[in-house]
């Protein structure tokens, strides 16, 4: 394992005082239910969502609550943190018992867990400045994506509504049709004291987003 753990090091470009820090981030529960990288997962899931919190802040100072908060949770995510685990190429380093070595190839949300865990021990054996410099490497073209990020209409016409109502906007589910392979939804939705809008869509979503579109290009 210590050649594993200098091999590591490396490709990050951060050596470790404490390398059973480093050696426990790499060890999932499936190998060892005691000593494993749980509590360090906890603890880099809450030092990512700092940093990049901190740094959304710095990079995009006018944007609203709203906006920063839809961008915060495209970086900070299961699905984010397992891309980043792919580029370390953390399925070469885990360690994981024979239940998950036996299968063909490791669960995203395995290498997702193991991410945070890393994450976590670089802060605890090198503080916040390092943990920063190591998330922003590892996330900045991903930051970078999101400036283009567009706000879909749904998020657009609460954060009107909020604004001006203090209340959401009401979506009703007017009429469901079509086979389950093939379905069709008509969703309503209204402000205080709109007219109300409808819209057709193969999910829900779809249909919300449509009916959205019409009464937010109504208002604006």
């Keep these: ?28 529960k499936s190998l060892d239910k005691q ?20 740094h959304l802040l710095k990079v995009y100072p006018d944007d609203k ?11 900070v995510n299961k699905k984010k943190c397992y891309e980043i685990a792919k580029v370390i190429g953390l399925e070469h380093y885990i360690h994981v018992g ?3 070595s036996n299968k063909s190839k490791i669960e995203p949300k395995i290498l997702s867990d193991c991410c945070e865990a890393l994450t976590g021990a670089i802060f605890a054996d090198q503080g916040i400045d390092v943990a920063e410099t190591f998330i922003l490497k590892f996330w900045k073209n991903h930051i970078n994506k999101s400036v ?3 706000i879909d ?5 609460q954060e009107y509504s909020l604004k001006k109502f203090k209340k959401l906007p009401i979506y009703k589910l007017i009429k469901h049709t079509g086979p389950k392979h093939k ?15 409808q819209a057709k869509g193969s999910s829900k979503k779809e249909a919300e987003q449509k009916a959205a579109k019409k009464l937010l290009d109504h208002l604006l």
């Design 153 to 157: 209409s749904k998020t657009k016409l």
């Design 35 to 54: 000593n494993n990288n749980e509590k360090l997962e906890f603890l880099g899931d809450r030092v990512l969502g700092l940093i990049i919190s901190k």
């Design 1 to 28: 394992m210590q050649k594993q753990v200098e091999k590591l090091e490396k490709k990050i470009g951060i050596f470790f005082k404490d390398k059973k820090l480093l050696k426990k981030s790499l060890i999932h």
């Design 183 to 197: 379905p069709s939804f008509m969703i309503s939705v209204k402000l205080e004291n709109s007219k109300l809008f």
């Design 148 to 150: 283009s990020m567009i």
């Design 98 to 100: 024979k239940q998950v």
């Design 65 to 75: 609550e709203g906006t920063l908060d839809k961008k915060f949770a495209n970086l």
